[in-house]
T-cell receptor, first 112, second 117 residues
C-alpha cells in the first residue's frame, strides 16, 4: 500500500499542551499534506510541505518532513478544545496525476 | 464554506433503489474527485476527473457510476447497492496543470452520509 500511516491512532491531551502526530509513507513524494476533519464533516486542508522542504509553519501548526526516513510530523502548540478533530496526512506521489493517498488518521481529543 | 457543495447531506436507500449524489464546486477548479470514508478505514479514492475526463477508476464496483458533465459538477449514480456501501461519500476539487499534475490542496465538500438498508 502507498498510503501514509499515522501514529498514534488516538491522542488525548489537556488544553494548553502540545500535540504531536506522525506520518510515515512508502515511496517518493511530490508533497505531503495535512488535513483536519471534525466529526461527520468534510476535510479541511491545513498545510502542504513539498519534498524539497524540511519544515513549515502556519500559526500554531508546525510540520516537518524527513524524506530520508519517509516521515512527517504535525505539531499543534498550545492546543485548544476546538482543536479536537481527526487529523490526516496525505501524500502526492511522484509521477502521479493529482490524486492524494490518505492515511487512517489520528483522533485528537483536547480536554478543557 | 469551502466552495464545494454536496447534496444530499444524508441519504437512506434500499438495496433496489436508484439514487444520485451531487457535487458542485464554485472555485474554478478543473479536477474533481469522489472519496469513500468508511468507519475505521482510510479514505478510499474512487474516481478522478481531470478536465471532465475520467483519469482514475480505483477498481470501484459498477453499481457506482460517476458522471462529470462539466468541470463544476460531479455526480455519483447509485444502484443496487449493498449494506457495506454505507459510508460518508466525499467530493473534492483541485486545480491541476495541463499535464495532469495537481498544484496542491484538495477542497472537500461536507459529504453525503449514505445508509443502505
Amino acid at each position: 500500500s502507498q498510503q501514509g500511516e499515522e501514529d498514534p491512532q488516538a491522542l488525548s491531551i489537556q488544553e494548553g499542551e502540545n500535540a504531536t502526530m506522525n506520518c510515515s509513507y512508502k515511496t517518493s513524494i511530490n508533497n505531503l499534506q495535512w488535513y483536519r476533519q471534525n466529526s461527520g464533516r468534510g476535510l479541511v486542508h491545513l498545510i502542504l510541505i513539498r519534498s524539497n522542504e524540511r519544515e513549515k509553519h502556519s500559526g500554531r501548526l508546525r510540520v516537518t518532513l524527513d524524506t530520508s526516513k519517509k516521515s512527517s510530523s504535525l505539531l499543534i502548540t498550545a492546543s485548544r478544545a476546538a482543536d479536537t478533530a481527526s487529523y490526516f496526512c496525505a501524500t502526492s506521489y511522484s509521477g502521479n496525476t493529482g490524486k492524494l493517498i490518505f492515511g487512517q488518521g489520528t483522533t485528537l481529543q483536547v480536554k478543557p | 464554506e469551502t466552495g464545494v457543495t454536496q447534496t444530499p447531506r444524508h441519504l437512506v436507500m434500499g438495496m433496489t433503489n436508484k439514487k444520485s449524489l451531487k457535487c458542485e464546486q464554485h472555485l474554478g477548479h478543473n479536477a474533481m474527485y469522489w472519496y469513500k470514508q468508511s468507519a475505521k478505514k482510510p479514505l478510499e479514492l474512487m474516481f478522478v476527473y481531470n478536465f471532465k475526463e475520467q483519469t482514475e477508476n480505483n477498481s470501484v464496483p459498477s453499481r457506482f457510476s460517476p458522471e462529470c458533465p462539466n468541470s463544476s459538477h460531479l455526480f455519483l449514480h447509485l444502484h443496487t447497492l449493498q449494506p457495506e456501501d454505507s459510508a460518508l461519500y466525499l467530493c473534492a476539487s483541485s486545480h491541476v496543470g495541463r499535464g495532469g499534475a495537481s498544484t496542491g490542496e484538495l477542497f472537500f465538500g461536507e459529504g453525503s452520509r449514505l445508509t443502505v438498508l
